[in-house]
């Protein structure tokens, strides 16, 4: 086996793939900023208590998923983070970011980790982007985020999403509709499949969410959570939906939706892209109130989030033709020496160049001129400075627009000004 080989589950990002990455993490970035959300990044690993507490043990994550490691003799294990909101609900109770503010609203763009079977759009170390609403959680602070990330979507140009969306309740609610849930399930205990049997005591209503057809039947027929629902529940959800429906967002109730995590209550929500076969799922999220009291706050935080893949979101995206052409921007100029000679005088003015701020490049390689040229093409630089012995006695120095052809032998203040003008010519177009 080849020692030069990506470990399993991990991918690399190449320079061409990264223009890609950012066009979207700049989007991101944009739109984080208009809706007054701040970047927070957080440690990628914690204490693994964190995640058993916060996501719940009986959840596939916890007791499948985690990458899960003893770094000393202490005894206490650390885990590769598996989502963020956890984490980021303990750095905030940590620095007791609600003191200076009563509402923080936090972003992140994040390397995760989870143990699960490699496949197109899921990897073992993956990204996500996300955001963590904490203070809040009334009906408009639930549909706001779930404006900030159907605007994400918006901005990208993706088409053929669905937004589905239901309530989980109270906790008082969930209580009495697991009962119910148990009870109806008993009678078909040996139909189940292995992994709703386990999760029939520890947490049947993940049963509801099994992708396995030969479950479909079964599910189809069980009661429904929004039956169970208590008054309130219900006003709160009615609530958000009509401010999804005032800012004219689509969505559609989905009664059997509930998220893979033990923290949410009331509002959950996932976003489907028709663009990604079947494992559609593009992100999601949902109101979280109890998190802070699972991780051993005193009190309650209102709270809500969502995260969304970002390998799942490239793919649909490429699919749609979204995504810019993949070709990393080349240099504003590259500086051609023709004699190797005079390359320490060269050296110097491409440092002189960057302090200008003028996106610079040199043959490191001693290479020919037509070598340095054809360099300077395949880099796709705008234009290209000749350096030679009769350049520096003359002070006048040819620049040549690559892109245009054209020629003009320049002083070397007048090169610059030049080179400026160019830039600012192309940073202008759109």
């Given at each position: ?51 058993q507490r916060s996501i719940g043990s009986a959840t596939d994550i916890v007791g499948k ?366």
């Open positions: 086996m080849s020692h030069y080989q990506v470990v399993k589950g991990a991918r690399d990002i190449f320079p061409d793939e990264m223009v890609q990455w950012k066009h979207v993490e700049d989007v991101m970035h944009w739109l984080a900023r208009i809706y007054g959300f701040s970047e927070i990044r957080t440690p990628v690993f914690e204490y693994t208590e964190l995640f998923e985690m990458f899960t490691f003893f770094p000393d003799g202490s005894g206490r294990s650390i885990t590769l983070r598996p989502e963020m909101t956890a984490g980021v609900m303990r750095a905030a109770l940590q620095k007791n970011l609600l003191a200076s503010a009563p509402v923080q609203k936090l972003y992140y763009i994040s390397e995760l980790f989870r143990k699960e079977r490699p496949q197109a759009g899921r990897q073992r170390q993956f990204s996500q982007f996300g955001a963590e609403l904490l203070g809040a959680s009334s009906p408009a602070a639930v549909a706001e985020v779930i404006m900030f990330m159907m605007h994400v979507f918006d901005e990208l140009g993706l088409s053929g999403l669905r937004l589905r969306i239901n309530s989980l309740g109270s906790i008082d609610d969930r209580r009495r509709y697991r009962e119910a849930l148990r009870a109806y399930l008993a009678p078909h205990y040996d139909r189940l499949d292995d992994a709703s049997r386990e999760r029939f005591e520890k947490n049947p209503l993940r049963i509801l969410d099994s992708k396995n057809p030969d479950m479909q039947e079964i599910v189809a027929g069980a009661p429904r959570l929004h039956e169970h629902l208590g008054d309130e529940a219900r006003r709160d959800f009615d609530l958000v939906l009509g401010y999804l429906s005032g800012r004219g967002i689509d969505y559609r109730i989905d009664h059997l939706l509930v998220r893979g995590l033990d923290y949410y209550s009331y509002t959950a929500f996932e976003v489907t892209s028709t663009a990604l076969g079947a494992q559609d799922a593009l992100g999601g999220g949902g109101r979280y109130d109890s998190l802070a009291l699972e991780l051993g706050s005193p009190k309650e935080v209102p709270a809500a989030g969502f995260a969304v893949g970002m390998e799942r979101l490239l793919i649909a995206m490429q699919k749609q033709g979204l995504l810019p052409e993949a070709v990393p921007a080349g240099p504003e100029v590259c500086i051609i020496v023709p004699q190797q000679e005079f390359f320490d005088q060269a050296f110097a003015l491409a440092a002189r160049l960057r302090d200008e701020g003028i996106s610079t490049a040199i043959d490191l390689a001693g290479r020919s001129m037509k070598a340095q040229l054809r360099e300077a093409g395949r880099m796709r630089a705008a234009s290209a400075l000749f350096v030679g012995g009769d350049e520096l006695s003359s002070g006048m120095f040819p620049l040549k627009d690559l892109d245009a052809s054209f020629q003009e032998t320049l002083p070397l203040e007048g090169a610059i000004a030049r080179m400026r003008e160019r830039s600012i010519t192309k940073q202008d177009q759109p």
